[in-house]
Each structure stands twice: as C-alpha cells, then as structure tokens.
C-alpha cells in the first residue's frame, strides 16, 4: 500500500481511538486502496471501524465534527475517506443498533447499517488491518444471492439515471459497475474497477 496512505490511515486510528475513549477494536481499509488502484480527485478511500462501546448521539457529533476538520487538512487522503463505524456487539446483530456512516453525501446516524455484498465479501477476503485485533471471522459471510440481488438492484438503477452520458467523472462508474459484475458472475471472485474492466 501506498506509505503514504497508510501513513492517513495510522493518523485516522489513532484519532478516532482517542474520540472512543480507546475503545477503538478494529479499523479495516478495503476497496481499490488495497488494489492499488486508488485515484486522488476520484476514488474513496474506505473504511470498516468496530468499537467496543455502544455507539450514540454524542460520538455522532464528535465525528462529524473530526471529519470537517481532516478534511481541510493537506493531504487529499483525509477527504477521501468513507466508511462505517459499529459497535462489535452489533456484529452479531446482522449490524443493527447505532451506526455512523461517511458518504459522499455526509454523515448519518442510522439504527442500522449493512455493508453490500461486494463491499463485505472485499473486506473479509482482502480487506487490510490498520488497527487492533482482525475480527472477520465474525462476520457473516454474503452468498451468490445477496450478489445476484445487488446486481439486478444495480440493473435496475443504471435504466432509471443512466440513460444519457454526462461529462461527470463519476459517470464513468456505471461502466465499472458493470464491469465488476460481470467479473463476479465469470469468477466469483471480485477486484479493483480497473483490472474488472481491462
């Protein structure tokens, strides 16, 4: 991995261990950052964090106050991160109870929160330990349904939005979408959007 990525991500661990109360159990990175395939300006840089403690309101703030704040920090990694933060007991709970999630569109408080498919099967068969203990084999693991559910899911979204092209960047991932689907169906294995669509 990219030192200085992983350099991002020890400073993130760290940090959000102390806004625990270091009860920071286990940060995983995973996606095209373990590909080496992940781009400045387009990729994200995504994140599993499991805690010990019980999630609530208070460490919603504390986070999403952290975010704004690394986000004006110098190196673009700290913009690019997204991901999920749950308590272990949750794991156990097919994720149910607070959740705290970064996405493109912000921060949410949820009362649960799954990973897809794709994403969980990328974090447990690849998914990189940045911090604490590896705990993926408590995690269940996505069978061929929960894939071919995402894909017709997915199907069924790029008839409805994807029907012109557009000059955004992002429009590109409908064609790494497809991609990455197609490579499942042919290995059943998943990789980074740009090995799936060579």
């Known amino acids: 991995m990219n030192p200085k990525i992983l350099d991002t991500l020890e400073t993130f661990s760290k940090d959000i261990n102390n ?46 106050d952290y975010r704004h704040r690394i986000k004006k920090s110098s190196s673009p990694y700290f913009s690019m991160l997204e991901g999920e933060f749950i308590s272990f007991i949750n794991l156990k709970n097919t994720f149910k109870g607070n ?33 604490g203990e590896d705990i993926r084999k408590q995690f269940s693991y996505p069978n061929d349904e929960i894939f ?36 499942w169906i042919e290995t059943k294995n998943i990789t980074c959007k740009t090995k799936a669509t060579q």
């Open 19 to 64: 806004i625990f109360n270091k009860n920071l159990k286990s940060l995983y990175v995973y996606g095209s950052a373990i590909y080496d395939d992940l781009h400045v300006g387009y990729s994200d840089l995504d994140f599993f964090a499991v805690v010990s403690n019980q999630i609530n309101e208070d460490d919603f703030y504390s986070l999403k």
């Open 148 to 183: 071919l559910s995402q894909i017709d899911n997915l199907i069924k979204t790029i008839r409805k939005y994807a029907v012109e092209p557009s000059e955004d960047i992002h429009s590109i991932d409908w064609l790494f979408l497809i991609c990455q689907s197609i490579y």
């Open 99 to 131: 959740t705290i999630c970064w996405g493109g569109s912000g921060e949410k408080l949820d009362d649960k929160y799954q990973l897809s498919g794709f994403s969980l099967k990328g974090l447990i068969d690849n998914g990189f330990l940045v911090f």
